[in-house]
């Protein structure tokens, strides 16, 4: 029963006796435990009905051609039912008796019958390269002709061994596969198995793109090296293999593919190797209390009746999603915990000449690991040339595995930790790994004492970050002196304590390397030491203010500085007089590296804003630029008016939310002028709640037109835009044309814990 729900497209088996005469036959020449699979089946068939025949082998022979010729023409053309017609220009004889033992005669219409396959794993066969050239994209080839090539390489061909391989690897460069999916959507009716693989891939590419990307990568590998491997030709597919992995990531499971045993060098061409360890501790995801106190000073708007679907309550949401989480945490905890599979492949060789480059290991809401994790992670440990920590929600994992750690500490280069409480030990432990780089501690309100004060024993430590909730003083337990952290990349410091900066500043005093500084923090003394020490850090590619550590004059003299920066986060500082901006607006156009740009706020930054969008037309690698509270209608018509003359061609993320001071006809003005933007993906234009805004049938069709023009858009953001239904058609129907129909989406309706007072 599970391997039937597992493989839809064998499930209709059981309604053709032919069928099942082959399965049983199947079963009792070759008893196992392992179900049956389909190439087998089919095979098992054949032979049944060439034994059956064999009297007329030379009908059953043509019968089977020319049905072979109709069924790949119906595969390549997404045809499952066939015409009299069809089958006459095929060859196909329908009253030949042994037809009926491939096809199935459906008679509703009586006068033009239809006729199927048997299954539609039927109109899978090989007929040469002519058929594998149109499996033109990664996507074709993991779900509408995945099984056609299943059956290609079940009928091994050593002339076309290396021409396969070639092609199918080459595939994964396809610069389409993120963009493309119309093609996923064309298979959804049949076979039944590759519809539900088809959403789970279209699921998968639109909630994580990364994790889709090494799902193909990872398919087309094996997909080819099993045709490889069928077809005897592995020396002569081996240069195309090499290259496809070189410099890839890819999930540490295709370690047990068998050409990692016969090739084990061929390891150290990857990047990096990634497997994720899931446990059941799953907490809840959205704390919806939390939402509700955001919301708790607003009072509920006044709207009219059209307008109410721009809201919904979230009491509705919360009981969904708190649904869906218990069916999710019953799921899982019926889940059995197994560890990874190492167990054939690369782990047969011992010794293990060659080791993984880089080992990623993913922890998820684990407790403890147990006796059988935790031999697995000492043999997994032991193979890799560096390993990567990531622990969330998994408190206890750490100190549980504590004799893998002390095998390979060495090899440990990062450490990164969320959503979990490090107990005195496993402070220990982590001070224990002298190559460690990387540590990262976030979502806790725990201060690790132990760990903090003795920060300079690692004698490699470049990035640094701690994202600490509540109170704890972070800089008050780091060392006072740091003679051996000179290797510092990265700081990223977050902590609401008010605290002396001159640790701070020491540390960045002993890192000449500084790359990317992130501080949150509100932070008074030593506001001016800390701008000086980052005005030698001239290395610095990422800075980031929040909170009140900001000295606006001291930064903008120092900002010309800082000439290979690509982002610049102050979107949560404040500078509110015209000379400061001024000056800051000029030093931008010296930053021509610069990708990401949040601009702060302030009545200053608000009267330079024209200068700053025309500062942009250096920009020209220019990403992401945010602007928040400062815009009116002249300045936001001047990011239009830069953008038509050539300014922003990188642009990625356009955010323009909570600008209050542009007004419906600003927006309007706006919309009908925007042009050129060619890569643009994400545009908001948000306002808060008690902003809401009741738009113009007119400003619904200049933001209708404008989002036409802009060919890569994929997210718009509108939250207290008022539309009514007659607006949202307007929105839908450009949606319909757009070239990213399948995945632009349009965010406008409030979740709130209130109701909005509806005019009658």
Known sequence: MVYFGMNEDLQGIHKTPLFVAAVCTEWLQNPSDQPFQDVTLFKSYMQYLSLKHKATGEILQATVSSCGQLALTGLFSLCFEFSSDDLAEAGVDEEEELTTCLMSKFTAQRLRPVYRFLSPLFQDQDLGLYYLRQINSPLKTVTTYNNFLKYVYS??????????VSHLLQLVDDKDLLENMSEIEGYVNRPPETSR?????????????????????????SIALNFAYESNTVAACSPFILQFLRGRTLALKVLNLQYFRDHPESVLLVKSLEVSINGHKISALVDY????????????????????SAFEKMKEWAKNLSENEENLNKFMKNQPLNPPKISSGYWKLSPKLYKIPRLVVSVNYMGPADQALLQVLME????????????????GFLESIHPALELSKTSVIKCSMSMLELSTAEQELLLTLPALQTLEISGTNQLPDQLFPNLDKFLGLKELSVRLDGKPDVLSVLPGEFPNLCHMEKLSIQTSTESDLSKLVKLIQHS??????NLKCDFRSNRESLMAVLGSCKKLIEIEFSGQCFEAMTFVNILTNFVSLKILNLKDQHIPDKKTSEKFAQALGSLRNLEELRLPTGDGIHQVAKLIIQQCLQLCCLRVLAFHHILDDDSVLEIARVASRGGFQKLEILDLSVNHKIT????????????????????NVCRHIPECIPVQATTVKALGQCVSRLPSLTRLHMLSWLLDEEDMKVINDVKERHPQSRRLTVLWKWIVPFSPVVLE
Not at 512 to 517: A, G, I, R
Request: with cysteine; charged share 20%; net charge negative.
């Open 155 to 164: 009928h091994p061909s050593s002339k076309a061994g290396p021409a396969v």
């Open 197 to 221: 693989i088809s959403r789970a891939i279209k699921e998968l590419w639109q909630l994580s793109p990364e994790s889709f990307s090494s799902f193909i990568s990872e398919n087309l590998l």
């Open 289 to 308: 209390s939390v939402m509700e106190k955001c919301y708790e000073t607003l009072q509920p708007p006044t709207i009219d009746q059209d307008y109410a």
């Open 380 to 395: 997994v440990f032991s193979a890799s040339q560096s390993i990567e920590l990531r622990l969330f929600n998994s408190s």
């Open 512 to 517: 000449p390397n500084l790359h990317v500084f």
């Open 664 to 683: 419906e006809e600003g927006y309007r003005n706006f919309f009908q002028a925007l042009d050129n933007l060619p890569n643009l993906q994400e545009l």
